[in-house]
């Protein structure tokens, strides 16, 4: 399958480059927001009633998950309302480009955290408070300010979208799995955009601001740092810019080299497995554990955590690469090899989405009918009493997702395993008893 332009429409072209469908949308995102942060602050402490745990934890993650990420890629970033404040108050503007500078210091970010190390980090510090988080109001509601704040303050400190780029536990695991997706942003001609006086699409001109994500869309080449804010779109004075629809996991055939998103690849498939057995499993030691925070139990269960998700799984992987040749050699070798992980743990993420969310999806129209628990019942469904939907189409489909998710991952081996001049076996090999084990924690 060749790229399809979506930008060869017109009134597409046209919707793109207005700011104010965005805007709207924005707009209304951020209110949602808003309004979850001030349900968990003063609505019920019942987290399976709370609209900030039932919104945020069942309903966008199933969208995010199960249809944003594996379709639009980043496409979610385009609408997050996260940076949002932030950006205003860095610009000194809602839509267009202002005149004035860009507020506050405007520094450059560290180059040596030019990477998503922190991205990484700040995700596992998350993922270790994942039951209170998941369960607790108070908690969700102080998380998601912090998000604004943290990305306020960066904005007002760092230029263009450092908090975006470098931090955020959310923009981390969808860069990584948009590679998989079937849509991306990339120039249509390089020659254009090496002729291209002053490179607006990266500076900013009268049209637009430079990349927010510090990004140069002329060397594009894959989705991990690009967060489709459409402002390249609007900047580029020759149309050079296209939206494609393209084959799925494009980008995962030319895998990198890189030990950072290699080491993604690794906590995002961690998390899945380990998520999979503490709010599914029958454990409940293990889930009194991962609960009850600041207890010797929880240290316990978090120093787990982490020796798995960081020494663990990647050992064992590490053990599948063949050790010939200088510790550099080996080490590219390890991250190319590891892309083979992200189709696998796309589908061990939407495997555990799938019965997370459909085991609590009644929940969601009792929290729409009385949003703060002030005692209304718009809907009617304030009182809706719970049960599982499509509980029997749930293990069919979760076998499907894993099973897909092997035959995916062993077809990027493939290609991984030929660039690295190494047998797909190993790798392949490894992906399948993740897989099993995954089926057991899930089926």
Avoid at 122 to 139: D, E, M, N, R
Avoid at 151 to 162: H, K, P, Y
Avoid at 294 to 306: D, K, P, Q, V
């Amino acid at each position: 399958m060749s790229r399809l332009e979506l930008t060869r429409n017109p009134p597409l072209v046209a919707a793109l480059k207005s700011r104010y469908p965005q805007l709207v949308i924005l707009v209304l995102m951020l209110a949602g927001y808003v309004f979850a942060i001030v349900a968990g602050l003063i609505g019920t402490p019942v987290g399976s009633s709370n609209f900030s745990i039932v919104f945020v934890w069942i309903a966008w993650w199933a969208v995010l998950i199960l249809a944003a990420v594996p379709l639009l890629g980043r496409g979610w970033c385009a609408v997050c309302p996260i940076p949002l404040p932030g950006e205003w108050l860095q610009r000194g503007a809602v839509l267009g480009p202002s005149r004035e500078k860009a507020r506050g210091w405007n520094l450059r970010w560290p180059r040596p955290l030019r990477n998503i190390w922190l991205q990484s980090a700040s995700f596992l510090l998350l993922a270790l408070f994942s039951s209170v988080l998941l369960t607790t109001p108070l908690v969700t509601a102080v998380v998601l300010a912090g998000m604004v704040i943290a990305a306020i303050a960066l904005s007002l400190v760092f230029e263009r979208r450092a908090f975006c780029r470098y931090l955020c536990p959310v923009g981390g695991f969808i860069g990584v799995y948009s590679q998989a997706a079937p849509v991306e942003l990339r120039i249509k001609d390089k020659p254009v955009c090496v002729a291209c006086e002053g490179k607006p699409c990266y500076n900013g001109s009268a049209r637009g601001y430079g990349c927010p994500w510090d990004v140069f869309p002329g060397g594009l080449t894959k989705n991990t740092y690009c967060g489709l804010c459409l402002e390249c779109i609007r900047t580029c004075p020759h149309d050079n810019i296209a939206i494609n629809l393209r084959p799925f996991a494009a980008d995962l055939e030319g895998p990198s080299a890189r030990l950072d998103e290699a080491f993604k690849a690794f906590v995002m498939l961690g998390s899945a497995m380990v998520y999979a057995a503490v709010l599914l499993g029958p454990w409940g030691a293990l889930k009194d554990a991962a609960f009850q925070v600041g207890t010797r139990a929880w240290s316990i269960y978090a120093i787990a955590f982490l020796a798995f998700i960081t020494v663990v799984l990647p050992s064992v992987f590490a053990l599948c690469i063949p050790p010939f040749g200088r510790a550099r050699a080996f080490r590219q070798r390890f991250s190319r090899l590891a892309t083979a992980l992200i189709p696998l743990g796309l589908m061990a993420w939407v495997a555990f989405s799938l019965s997370f969310v459909l085991n609590n999806a009644t929940y969601v129209l009792a929290a729409i009918s009385d949003p703060l628990s002030l005692g209304w019942n718009l809907l009617g469904a304030s009182n809706l009493s719970w049960r599982p939907m499509l509980a029997f189409a749930l293990a069919p489909a979760q076998t499907l997702a894993l099973v897909g998710g092997v035959v995916w991952s062993a077809h990027i081996t493939q290609h991984a395993a030929a660039e690295a001049r190494v047998s797909p076996i190993p790798v392949t090999v490894y992906c399948l008893a993740v897989a099993v084990v995954l089926l057991w924690l899930l089926v």
